[in-house]
């Protein structure tokens, strides 16, 4: 039987989010340098307690912060955040430009960057373990907060498509 893990997913369609993190550098304004990545693996995984999973490649930059760290933030993207997406899944350097103007606010438990979007959360590094050539890592979830509803940005068929919720 042939096996096309890749082939096969691109026909579930995902939520999308921004993963942000920052790691103490005397050379960034207020002495963080703050990253921040797009993915579509955020699961909840228990609510009681609450705990989020995020799978993340193995070498990954973003990763090594997060680890560094031991917390992060998680925004959900909307429907208008196809830009963002893209632009939050190029190389560090990008990154960085990109997270200079985007409106984003430091979150007050982590002082993780959190984007506008209609929801939210805060984490805490709870656990870690690698699964194949990933790094399935559970936070502790420390605070939410959603906004006012909106359209959805969906990963489907290897795009980044608005959806409309009703
Ligand atoms: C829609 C979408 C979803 C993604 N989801 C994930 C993910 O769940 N895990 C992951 O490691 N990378 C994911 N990526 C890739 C990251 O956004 C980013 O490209 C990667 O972390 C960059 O590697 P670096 O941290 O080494 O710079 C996704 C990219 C896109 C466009």
């Given amino acids: 039987m042939e096996l096309d893990l890749r082939t096969v997913m691109r026909h579930f369609a995902t939520g999308v989010g921004v993963v942000s993190s920052w790691t103490e550098d005397p050379g960034e304004p207020g002495g963080r340098r703050h990253d921040a990545v797009t993915v579509n693996s955020l699961i909840p995984v228990s609510y009681d ?3 989020v999973a995020l799978s993340l490649r193995h070498g990954s930059a973003f990763l090594a912060d997060l680890l560094t ?5 998680v925004s959900i993207l909307a ?4 830009d963002t997406a893209r632009t ?4 560090r350097e990008h990154r960085a430009e990109a997270l200079r103007t985007l409106p984003a606010s430091p979150g007050p438990h982590t002082g993780a960057l959190l984007l506008d979007g209609p929801g939210w959360m805060e984490c805490a590094l709870a656990d870690s373990f690698t699964v194949g050539d990933h790094l399935m890592v559970i936070g502790t979830v420390l605070a939410t907060g959603v906004r006012a509803p909106q359209n959805p940005l969906v ?3 290897g795009a980044l498509t608005p959806a409309t919720a009703a």
């Fill in 49 to 51: 307690p609450p705990l």
């Fill in 69 to 73: 760290a031991g917390f992060w933030g």
């Fill in 79 to 82: 429907a208008d955040g196809a």
């Fill in 88 to 91: 939050l899944a190029r190389p």
């Fill in 155 to 157: 990963f489907l068929h």
